[in-house]
């Protein structure tokens, strides 16, 4: 009854906020205290008794008030942080101004006017290490700066959120200014070797605050995208700046609760059914709030710093403090924890029982692959940790099962293109090629063929699914997924038949006259995979005998490309066989049966689903990724959005050096970079970079730089008619890539084996393709191919469109996260769109 009481009376305080004409005075202590000092709720019961409407008409019609409001809770909420939160009343007067707080901000900052509010300063509350005899307008401290070392100073209150050190006497109090931070990390790992008691209250509180933090990041939400990086979130600068002295604690506590939790716990079956699990909601957020706050780029904050960290600026690192100490975890220990947690938390939901739904399963996997992805981008001793041992295979496994999962689902879109650029990163590095050669043996539930291999067998059967079996607006993707084989390809010792079947299949495909002729750019898939064959049959001939035979068998499709008819009637036929027949690639020659054991097929997603858009790339340097031929490794752009693959080409050469780096293995195992060659363009191509120039000196595209999905969607649909309207390829054209099609290794290896192979085939009359393995097995090419060529791998360079695509992409996955309490749901998001599937 009491608590139906309290929810009552914090409703009619709403009520009265709403309906008060006149200004409420800050020092009505009365007035106030009806939000924050007797309540009993929850953070749902916040959500429902303060609706959108009010808070928004009270912004309209009362200003003065909600500015009032917001002032007297952060002022609760620094209250308690200097004392400490000695009494129950006290903490939960904190969690209430928190909740609050929480529900107001997003439509603070959806409203551009209201925006600035928290950067305003207040009377009288002066920055520590002020001289005293200053003016108190310039010594105020902002209202975000007050409510963010308030949370921070929170976030390790002892008996509140932090276990207590103090013995003795109950009723003692630890001075909050004088506390070591460093003495109270919430879990051991980085840095910290004393694992505190488990406390749920203390979890359930921290929850509370981070939901409050992350709110107070979430201003990005509102902000229109833009490639620009001149401006930097300025609650992130400010909290992970040196004013902020719980920054290194905090970072490790983080951390530390990610990597150290453990969904399965003791292995009891049902048992999250059983018993709540607090932990989990805390690492969800803990993970959020780490995604975000390591977000570096190279710009300025929005306001200058305070005077009191002018002296820290010289300090070497980012001024990001938790990119800086990011970058600096060095110890093998703390890398094998971080490592083993995360390859933990992203297998849990591919783990298999005999009791169905007997295990829990985790859902912030996303937001996982984004920390793997900074930590591998910020730390690159990690990276190389990560990859000069076999613990590599346990991130790849369960990418690879995400993407094949995904790859039906529209609303995924985003999985699928974070998991693929990781795989793009880690297939820049000669190791991950060679950790690829280790047996497969996992009985992970994939709907994909059942075989006898590697880790590169799964790799390459998983590619294959996406790109037979996936939605359209995966096309992007091929030439990433290429890449990567092509990458690893000098390193793969033993492909299995079934891989090299796909592998020969996708070439088959690739390399009709159609699919060839249709885009400026689809000639670039067949240059992978024969340079991914090349590889194989130089550096890897002797384990590879399923891929000889597969070749050997498939002979007709290479010398079809030998001899590729390159006359304009030849080309318009294919062209108009195009729009008899739009689907790419068929799956009647994939010789896909029986799939893996428990698995599921990947269905699209359900009726009623929310769906981010993702921001899309800059026209002017989508047109600078998209024509590139030989440094392939710049097309993992293509990924980032479908849109304007095919419309937005031919394109310009012109500065794509700055977004590639291309490296060439030597003899002695060290990477020496490739210096950038001059490479011919057709009169087509010259004409159509001459018009990207014009446009993009003139504005032209501005525009239309970033699409809804809705727009997308439809640009889409329309491509292929699009295409071929607007793409009319002539034979110089063909003429110009057809020369370069790497095909003498192969021709060569067919001109040697085949006729041995058919010999064998009569005069023993073998109709058993074992016995044609067994002699091309023990069979030899040594000086009958032409000399093997430099391995050259495509590395990733980092640039500004990456970063405006990943702070879209995690922004999206916090958003549809977080729902329950949903915090910025039907609030005016401008960063990305929501749709319904």
């Not at 329950?820 to 998001?829: G, L, N």
Request: a negative charge; one cysteine or more; proline letters at 6%.
């Amino acid at each position: 009854m009491g608590n139906t009481d309290s929810k009552l009376n914090f409703r009619k305080a709403v009520i009265q906020l709403t309906t008060k004409t006149q200004p409420v005075e800050a020092t009505d202590d009365a007035f106030w205290d009806q939000f924050w000092a007797d309540t009993a709720t929850n953070v749902q019961d916040v959500f429902a008794l303060v609706p959108a409407a009010e808070i928004r008409a009270v912004r309209e019609e009362s200003p003065s008030n909600l500015a009032t409001l917001c002032y007297k809770a952060v002022e609760k909420l620094v209250q308690g942080a200097e004392s400490g939160c000695p009494t129950e009343k006290d903490k939960q007067m904190v969690l209430n101004c928190s909740r609050m707080l929480t529900r107001i901000l997003p439509y603070i900052f959806e409203d551009q006017d209201w925006r600035g509010f928290f950067w305003s300063t207040i009377p009288g509350a002066g920055r520590a290490g002020m001289d005293d005899m200053e003016d108190e307008d310039e010594g105020a401290r902002p209202l975000a700066e007050s409510l963010l070392l308030a949370l921070a100073d929170l976030l390790f209150c002892p008996d509140f959120t932090v276990h207590s050190h103090k013995k003795g006497r109950p009723e003692s109090v630890e001075d909050m200014q004088s506390l070591d931070s460093c003495e109270y990390i919430w879990e051991a790992g980085v840095g910290f070797a004393q694992s505190p008691p488990l406390n749920y209250i203390h979890d359930l509180n921290r929850s509370e605050l981070l939901r409050l933090l992350l709110t107070c990041f979430s201003e990005a939400m509102y902000l229109p995208p833009t490639a620009e990086n001149g401006i930097l979130n300025p609650w992130v600068t400010f909290f992970c700046s040196a004013e902020n002295r719980h920054a290194l604690p905090l970072f490790t506590s983080l951390l530390n609760v990610v990597c150290a939790y453990d969904p399965v716990g003791y292995g009891i079956p049902y048992n999250h059914l059983l018993f709540s699990d607090y932990r989990e909601q805390l690492v969800e957020q803990a993970v959020q709030i780490l995604i975000v706050t390591l977000e570096h780029e190279g710009g300025q904050p929005y306001r200058p710093p305070s005077p009191s960290s002018m002296e820290e600026q010289d300090s070497v690192g980012p001024n990001n403090l938790f990119v800086n100490y990011l970058s600096r975890i060095h110890r093998e220990e703390d890398y094998d924890f971080v490592l083993k947690g995360l390859a933990r938390l992203l297998t849990n939901p591919l783990t298999q029982t005999y009791l169905p739904n007997s295990t829990k399963k985790i859902q912030f996997h996303q937001e996982l692959l984004v920390l793997f992805w900074k930590l591998c981008d910020f730390n690159k001793k990690f990276l190389f940790f990560v990859l000069k041992s076999s613990d590599v295979l346990d991130i790849l496994v369960p990418i690879l099962f995400y993407l094949n999962d995904a790859r039906a689902d529209q609303s995924r879109v985003g999985l699928m293109h974070i998991g693929v650029f990781i795989l793009l990163l880690l297939s820049g590095e000669r190791n991950f090629g060679v950790r690829l050669n280790k047996p497969y043996s996992l009985h992970v539930p994939m709907d994909i063929p059942v075989f006898t291999g590697t880790h590169a067998d799964l790799l390459i059967v998983v590619f294959h699914k996406i790109i037979t079996s996936g939605h359209q607006r995966l096309q992007p993707l091929y030439d990433c997924l290429l890449t990567i084989v092509v990458n690893v390809s000098p390193y793969l010792k033993s492909l299995s038949m079934v891989a090299a079947n796909k592998l020969l299949h996708l070439l088959e495909a690739f390399s009709t006259n159609w699919f060839l002729f249709s885009a400026p750019q689809n000639h670039h898939l067949a240059f992978f995979l024969l340079e991914a064959f090349n590889n194989i049959i130089q550096y890897q001939f002797d384990g590879n005998c399923n891929l000889v035979y597969a070749i050997i068998r498939k002979r007709n499709v290479f010398h079809q490309l030998a001899n590729l008819p390159s006359d304009a009637a030849t080309i318009q036929k294919a062209l108009q066989r195009k729009r008899k027949s739009p689907n790419a690639i068929s799956r009647t020659s994939s010789q896909e049966t029986v799939s893996m054991e428990g698995s599921r097929p990947a269905v699209p997603a359900e009726p009623g689903t929310l769906k981010a858009s993702l921001v899309a790339i800059p026209v002017p340097l989508m047109r600078e990724i998209v024509i590139f031929i030989a440094d392939a490794r710049v097309l993992y752009f293509l990924f980032l959005h479908p849109i304007l693959l095919w419309s937005r080409m031919p394109a310009q050469l012109k500065g794509i050096d700055k977004l590639t780096e291309k490296s060439q293995v030597s003899e002695d195992g060290t990477m020496i970079a490739v210096p950038q060659a001059e490479t011919p363009q057709t009169p087509e191509h010259s004409a159509a970079a001459g018009t990207s120039d014009t446009e993009s000196i003139s504005g032209r595209d501005n525009e239309d730089v970033f699409y809804t999905e809705a727009e997308m969607a439809r640009r889409r649909l329309s491509s292929s008619s699009s295409c071929v309207s607007h793409w009319n390829p002539k034979p110089d054209w063909v003429l110009s890539w057809k020369s370069k099609l790497p095909l003498q290794t192969i021709m060569r290896l067919l001109q040697v084996l085949v006729p041995q192979v058919e010999k064998i085939c009569i005069d023993k009359g073998l109709t058993d393709e074992s016995e044609i393995l067994k002699f091309l097995q023990h069979g030899t090419l040594v000086g009958l191919l032409p000399v093997p060529h430099p391995i050259l791998i495509r590395k990733y360079q980092a640039n500004a469109g990456t970063a405006m695509w990943f702070r879209t992409y995690m922004w999206g996955v916090i958003y549809l996260r977080n729902v329950d309490p949903p915090i910025w749901y039907d609030t005016d998001v401008r960063l990305f769109e929501i749709q319904r599937m």
